[in-house]
């Protein structure tokens, strides 16, 4: 939805409301005007209920205001003396237009000075379970997010079964587009195949202010920008076509931001023109084939084992068996390998042919030997031609929803002959470690800044072996309240909250033992 149709709903929203309730709020004391009035409506209602007003805030914050409008319904009949368990089922299954009934059927008396306390224990367990559900919903949606790292694209930067906490707050959190959505679950509901949202209707993209922008080799989570996941498929049995906010989670390693110009010379980042220097924690990791010299007994199981060389890795040749293929490996470890008695040589694969697949998709480039591309940046304006489309196609179409058309040598954008196009917002390269193991924007392209989820800052829990059966779990205690950005190796802090936590409880076993005494 647009601006313009989001104020169209907004006051229809506002007239409904009015003619719902300006009798309740004349019951109420209150003048039948101060129903129409928005925004002061809210206000005015949190004062008949009896609740505070910056409940009102509540309301305009999306998926919090999913589980607020009910709550405020059930708050205004009972303010009214409806508090029978029908009452409540009847204003919640009707979305609230049972206030319309009451207020033009009923003789309503206005309870002043109603009791708020929850009349038993069930009726307080539901009112904590639902103020607990809104603080957590809010902490999940604009300041932390918990992830867990899914692939090894980030080996050895961030390992599978690495559990985050992802900052909405660094980058600017970004208010859900989905309106209609159960809180704090992504695209599916839990222990189900359905979809856990509406994707109707959407809110045009705003991002809070963030305290710093991405930088070149920050790792990223966003939302993958080409899902085609098919949990959801229409009818025709195509891709699933999902609102921004419920794509895919992704996380990789930023490695060129809007203005740069990127390629990739034998599997190496190079920057306008200079290689892309990364920080002490990341590992790039390549594929290599060590050959051997057949004679001299290697004790591989150990060497794989002391290294923690987790991908794929086989004999090209089962029967000479004289040339390892290791699907990832870092360049240390590379060295380590190249001074290993009965190995002869150790080298990285580097792709040299035209590759299928490879963004933008003209059978130009490969994974290794890619570009130079621009990073489009938002305001910046390029030559638009049959030459240039394919790199900025889908960012016009797809992802600023232009309409453009192509006839002949003709490139046509809402209606009018283009050769130029002016970019609306910001883009991004990113791309993981494990670079001959990993999905990204070598395959699909840029990322645009709305799909930005947030920073991952923080490992809170790390579990080795959790694809596999869980007699086989492991917990990486060195990984365990580790941070992810920083310099040096990582360090984890888990034995220092340890020690506070445990200084928390002898504080107050002691604070509790001295005011015992005290009231004595």
């Not at 003396?81 to 206030?99: A, C, E, P, Q, W």
């Not at 002391?306 to 870092?330: E, K, P, V």
């Not at 016009?396 to 209606?415: A, C, M, P």
Request: net charge positive.
């Amino acid at each position: 939805m647009t601006l313009y149709l989001w104020f169209i709903f907004f006051l229809a929203v506002q007239v409904i409301h009015f003619l719902g309730t300006w009798k309740i709020y004349e019951s109420a004391g209150r003048k039948r005007w101060e129903a129409a009035i928005p925004v002061y409506n809210a206000i005015v209602l949190m004062k008949i209920i009896g609740r505070p007003t910056w409940w009102t805030l509540l309301l305009f914050i999306p998926i919090i205001n999913l589980i607020m409008f009910p709550v405020i319904w059930v708050e205004t009949i009972r303010s009214f003396g409806k508090k029978s368990f029908l009452d409540t089922v009847l204003v919640i299954g009707t979305l609230g237009f049972y206030i319309f009934y009451l207020n033009y059927t009923q003789t309503l008396v206005y309870e002043a000075d109603r009791n708020l306390d929850p009349e038993h224990k069930a009726a307080d367990t539901i009112s904590s379970l639902l103020f607990a559900i809104i603080v957590a919903t809010i902490v999940h949606t604009y300041f932390i997010q918990p992830y867990t790292i899914p692939t090894s694209s980030l080996e050895k930067s961030l390992l599978v079964g690495d559990f985050l906490f992802v900052s909405k707050m660094n980058y600017g959190a970004r208010v859900p587009m989905t309106t209609v959505a159960m809180p704090m679950v992504h695209d599916t509901i839990p222990l189900t195949k359905r979809k856990s949202y509406l994707t109707w209707p959407q809110l045009p993209y705003l991002r809070l202010p963030g305290f710093q922008t991405i930088n070149r080799t920050d790792i990223v989570v966003f939302n993958w920008p080409a899902d085609t996941v098919y949990k959801f498929r229409d009818r025709s049995g195509l891709r699933a076509d999902k609102p921004i906010d419920k794509k895919s989670n992704y996380v990789k390693r930023c490695v060129g931001v809007p203005g740069d110009s990127l390629s990739i010379k034998d599997g190496l980042v190079y920057i306008n023109g200079k290689e892309l220097i990364l920080g002490d924690r990341a590992k790039p990791q390549f594929s290599y084939n060590v050959v051997l010299d057949g004679k001299t007994p290697i004790d591989f199981e150990y060497l794989f084992k002391d290294m923690d060389i987790t991908d794929g890795a086989g004999f090209l040749n089962q029967q000479t068996r004289d040339t390892l293929f290791i699907s990832a490996l870092t360049a240390v470890n590379a060295e380590r390998f190249k001074n290993t008695p009965g190995i002869t040589s150790v080298n990285r694969i580097i792709s040299k042919n035209v590759e299928e697949g490879i963004f933008p998709h003209i059978n130009k480039w490969n994974r290794d030997n890619f570009g130079p591309i621009y990073i489009p940046q938002k305001g910046k304006t390029v030559a638009l031609n049959l030459e240039t489309l394919p790199f900025y196609k889908t960012i016009i179409s797809d992802y600023e929803k232009k309409d453009l058309k192509v006839n002949g040598n003709e490139i046509r954008i809402d209606g009018k002959v283009a050769t130029t196009y002016t970019f609306d917002q910001n883009y991004y390269w990113m791309m993981g470690d494990n670079r001959h193991n990993s999905e990204d924007s070598r395959y699909w392209g840029y990322v645009p800044e709305n799909h930005i989820v947030g920073k991952p800052i923080f490992i809170w829990m790390s579990i080795d072996g959790i694809n596999g059966p869980k007699s086989n779990w492991k917990i990486r205690w060195d990984r365990v309240f580790t941070t992810v950005s920083g310099e040096g190796q990582p360090q984890s802090y888990f034995k220092y909250f340890l020690i506070a936590l445990a200084a928390f409880f002898v504080g107050e076993y002691f604070w509790k033992k001295r005011k015992a005494k005290k009231e004595l």
